[in-house]
């Protein structure tokens, strides 16, 4: 099984920039693809961007690309994920997640870091 601890999050005022962190332990080799996704407050839970372990692909939510830049460690086994231009509406519960597969979910999931944009 994969652990995953995510770091980085805070308040931060419009405009402005913070990096999230996930670190993954245990039974890292076998990751496909790791991503992060969000939840505000009365809103469900989606998807902001993935990377895939091995040769680096990614793909990112719309509302987010062009901001978010999600990078990844192989050597730390450690995921990023770099947010700039931060807006009001990217106030959130962020979420690390894991699949071991191309056709599987994500079901290894962080306990969540807050970031919180003021306006």
């Known amino acids: 099984q994969v652990q995953l601890v995510e770091s980085g999050g805070g308040l931060v005022q419009a405009g402005g920039s913070l990096r999230l962190s996930c670190a993954a332990s245990?039974?890292?080799?076998?990751?496909?693809?790791m991503g992060w996704f969000r939840q505000a407050p009365g809103k469900e839970r989606e998807f902001v961007a993935r990377v895939n372990w091995a040769g680096g692909s990614t793909t990112y939510t719309n509302s987010v690309k062009g901001r978010f830049t999600i990078s990844r460690d192989s050597a730390k086994n450690t995921v990023y994920l770099q947010m700039n231009s931060l807006k009001p509406e990217d106030t959130a519960v962020y979420y690390c997640?894991?699949?071991?597969?191309?056709?599987?979910?994500?079901?290894?999931w962080g306990r969540g870091t807050q970031v919180t944009v003021s306006s």
């Open positions: 245990g039974r890292t080799f076998s990751t496909y693809a």
């Open positions: 997640a894991a699949t071991t597969g191309p056709s599987r979910p994500f079901d290894v």
